[in-house]
C-alpha cells in the first residue's frame, strides 16, 4: 500500500472527506454527530492527511497552542486500513512537521484504548483518567529533541 502524506488545512478541498472519515471512525461509533460540534477553530489548524489514490484514509489534526506547544486530535485512519503502521507513520509524520517548525512539546487526549499505541511513540500519561466524548481518556506529552 502506497500512502501519500499531506498537510492541508479546513479550506482544503479535502476536508469534507476527512470530516466524513472523522464521524465515521470517531463519532458514529459512539451515537455523536461531529457536524453538531463547533468546527469554526478547525479554520486555524493543521490536517495531516493521508491519501490513498487521492483520497483521505487518515488524518490527524494538529491545533497550535502557543510558541512551543501543539495539541494533537482527532487521529483517524479508515477501518479497511488500520493495523498497518499508518497511524504510526501520521503521527512520525506530525511529529517532523513540529520539529521543522519549532514546536517542543505535543499534548493530546488519548482514548484508553489508545495507550499502548501512544506510549510506543513516545508519549507519557500526565494526571488522571478523565471521561471525553462519554469515553475514557488521558492527557498524555511528548517533548521533542531537535
Known amino acids: 500500500m502506497d500512502i501519500e502524506?499531506?498537510?492541508v488545512d479546513s479550506a482544503s478541498g479535502y476536508y469534507p472527506k476527512i470530516l466524513a472519515l472523522r464521524q465515521r471512525i470517531l463519532r458514529a461509533p459512539l451515537g455523536l454527530d461531529l457536524y453538531a460540534e463547533d468546527l469554526s477553530e478547525e479554520r486555524n489548524q493543521y490536517i495531516v492527511t493521508g491519501l490513498d489514490r487521492g483520497e483521505p484514509v487518515a488524518c490527524l489534526m494538529i491545533r497550535i497552542l502557543d510558541g512551543d506547544t501543539v495539541k494533537f486530535r482527532q487521529m483517524a485512519v479508515d477501518e479497511t486500513m488500520?493495523?498497518?503502521g499508518i497511524g504510526a507513520t501520521l503521527l512520525r509524520y506530525a511529529?517532523?512537521?513540529c520539529l521543522l517548525n519549532e514546536y517542543r512539546t505535543i499534548e493530546l487526549h488519548a482514548r484508553a484504548t489508545a495507550l499502548g499505541f501512544y506510549?510506543?511513540?513516545g508519549y507519557r500519561t500526565e494526571g488522571e483518567q478523565f471521561s471525553e466524548v462519554g469515553i475514557p481518556h488521558f492527557r498524555m506529552?511528548?517533548?521533542l529533541i531537535a
Open 82 to 84: 488500520q493495523g498497518q
Open 119 to 121: 506510549e510506543k511513540a
Open 141 to 143: 506529552i511528548k517533548h
Open 95 to 97: 511529529e517532523n512537521f
Open 5 to 7: 502524506l499531506c498537510l
